[in-house]
């Protein structure tokens, strides 16, 4: 089993940044693919980002390419999604998620195992 908390979201005005923060719980993290969705109002939770298991394979979303960058800290068991130059409609709940894979991690929501429960970004223009 693992827990995910989500934290570092907030209200920000467009072409500013922020830094999500994804916490696990147990001792398997290093054995997960992390991976990032986003969900804005009246729309689908849609795929952000993803790293491996090892932080070698890393996969974006073509709207946040050269402006999100995702990494992980395996001995803190933590996620982070920095995000710079951040558009209104980048506003949405933003999910860490947890798949067993120790292999090319997936972009489908379907495959993942474990999901927190979400912080909201919120971008002014």
């Known amino acids: 089993q693992v827990q995910l908390v989500e934290s570092g979201g907030g209200l920000v005005q467009a072409g500013g940044s922020l830094r999500l923060s994804c916490a696990a719980s147990g001792r398997t993290f290093s054995s997960y693919a992390m991976g990032w969705f986003r969900q804005a109002p009246g729309k689908e939770r849609e795929f952000v980002a993803v790293?491996?298991?090892?932080?070698?394979?890393?996969y974006y979303e073509d709207s946040v390419k050269g402006r999100f960058t995702i990494s992980r800290d395996n001995p803190k068991n933590t996620v982070y999604l920095q995000m710079n130059s951040l558009k209104p409609e980048d506003t949405a709940v933003y999910y860490c998620?947890?798949?067993?894979?120790?292999?090319?991690?997936?972009?489908?929501?379907?495959?993942?195992?474990?999901w927190g429960q979400g912080t909201q970004v919120t971008v002014s223009s």
């Open positions: 790293i491996s298991f090892t932080g070698r394979t890393i």
């Open positions: 998620a947890a798949e067993r894979n120790l292999g090319i991690p997936s972009r489908r929501e379907n495959s993942y195992d474990y």
